[in-house]
């Protein structure tokens, strides 16, 4: 699939730690009304995970106690995990891992979790140019999608 650069407001947690659980709870009470928001988890090989919200028109991040960024676009290899959260945190490991192994990961861009909804999130591994993908296989809450 192709994603277009998204901008973005975030608070920052280390990566594979008890941080990002709090880290999550702050940026949300930051916001107040989460209302229409779309929220991302960000991370890549540097032991940083950004909780992130994009931008809409009105934000102030400065005043909102946030950090500017922007999710970078182009092509990623999605899949998705459904079920309630926060059962559904067990899946996105191995799911993650089970991208890596189907495609050529592009080192250059983070890995994105994109919370659609309370119960399904979305994961994306950014492809290098010229990359292949190769067929997943659908099981436990994993769905291959296809751009």
């Known amino acids: 699939m192709e994603r277009i650069e998204t901008p973005v407001m975030f608070v920052t947690a280390k990566d594979g730690s008890d941080e990002i659980g709090p880290a999550w709870d702050r940026l949300e009470t ?5 209302r229409g928001r779309r929220f991302f ?10 909780c992130c919200v994009q931008v809409r028109a009105g934000d102030d991040a400065a005043r909102l106690g946030l950090t500017l960024g922007v999710v970078p676009g182009g092509r ?3 899949a998705t995990v459904r079920g309630p959260q926060p059962a559904a945190y067990a899946l ?10 189907s495609g050529e990961r592009d080192d250059t861009r983070p890995s994105i979790e994109y ?5 399904r999130i ?25 751009p």
């Open 41 to 50: 988890g960000v991370f890549d090989d540097s032991d940083v995970y950004r």
């Open 92 to 101: 996105l490991t191995p799911t993650f891992e089970e991208l890596r192994r």
């Open 122 to 146: 979305d994961l994306l591994m950014p492809l290098r140019d010229g990359a292949r993908e190769r067929h997943q296989h659908d099981r436990r809450g994993f769905e291959d999608r296809r």
């Open 76 to 78: 990623y290899l999605c």
């Open 30 to 34: 930051m916001l107040g009304s989460l």
């Open 115 to 119: 919370y659609r909804r309370h119960d």
